[in-house]
């Protein structure tokens, strides 16, 4: 598997129109791809979710979040600079055993930073009972993309108030509000007395940990940064935006 390299402070769109084209078009002598990226204050919601009903649409506005919806399933998730977004990318089309292994490679990655994280039937990796990722997969006519948040200083309060999950799912996970389920690794750290990794050294060391420390990068031409482009358009669909995916 190799790290591919993309440009930094693109929309989130952008990143997941990445994973549909690497995902369509193998990477040269390679078994897949992995990249980690950063967004600005962004909320983006599952394919099946009613926006109205996850997104709280005024804060979001007032505060110029950003709202997209994404093709893979899931549940609705604030990103900012203090998340770190992963993008896990095979040829394999058995989808679960893809999304099986990436669970493990993260909770093994993590648990050898001093975190004793564990996949939970919800899709969220887990530390001491509290959510510091959640993920989500897609099958797709050349594989299966996996994507995952991973919280290491976000603004909990901006994600407190931008996305509205109701008190059934809330009751669902046995906790009364989004703060009280989601920690960072920031504040893992310090109740752990753990030493602060920044967030390059984080980056750097997973890239190392998924992609077997692999010396080498791809750089997507000029000819497929214009097709990534061209599928980020799709994501920018009003249309889409608004209106969930039923099929």
């Known amino acids: 598997m190799l790290p591919i390299i993309l440009p930094e402070g693109r929309r989130l769109v952008f ?13 040269p ?9 950063q967004t600005r204050p962004t ?5 099946h979710q009613v926006m109205e009903n996850e997104v709280n649409i005024p804060y979001c506005e007032e505060h110029k979040i950003e709202c997209y919806r994404r093709k893979s399933g899931g549940g609705c998730v604030y990103s900012d600079e203090g998340n770190l977004m992963l993008s896990y990318i095979s ?9 099986q292994e990436f669970l493990d490679k993260f ?22 009972g ?19 948040t991973f919280l290491l200083a976000s603004n909990v309060e901006a994600l407190q108030h931008a996305i509205t999950p109701s008190q059934e799912k809330l009751q669902k996970h046995g906790v009364e509000s989004v703060r009280q389920r989601v920690v960072t690794v920031e504040e893992l750290c310090k109740e752990k007395g753990l030493p602060w990794m920044t967030a390059k050294e984080i980056k750097e060391y997973l890239i190392g940990h998924f992609c077997n420390n692999c010396s080498l990068g791809y750089c997507p031409s000029p000819e497929e ?5 061209a ?15 039923t099929e």
């Open 29 to 37: 002598n390679s078994d897949g791809g992995f990249f980690l990226w």
């Open 43 to 47: 909320v983006i919601f599952g394919r």
């Open 15 to 27: 990143y997941l129109a990445a994973e549909e084209y690497f995902s369509q078009h193998a990477i």
């Open 231 to 245: 599928i980020e358009q799709t994501y920018l669909d009003p249309a889409f935006i608004r209106n969930p995916i």
């Open 130 to 148: 509290r959510k510091i990722s959640g993920c989500a997969c897609m099958l797709t006519p050349g594989g299966s993309i996996v994507h995952g």
């Open 107 to 128: 909770c093994e990655a993590l648990r050898a930073m001093g975190l004793p994280a564990v996949s939970s039937s919800h899709n969220d990796v887990l530390v001491d």
């Open 91 to 99: 040829p394999s089309k058995h989808t679960q055993e893809v999304f």
């Open 225 to 229: 940064m214009a097709a990534i482009e």
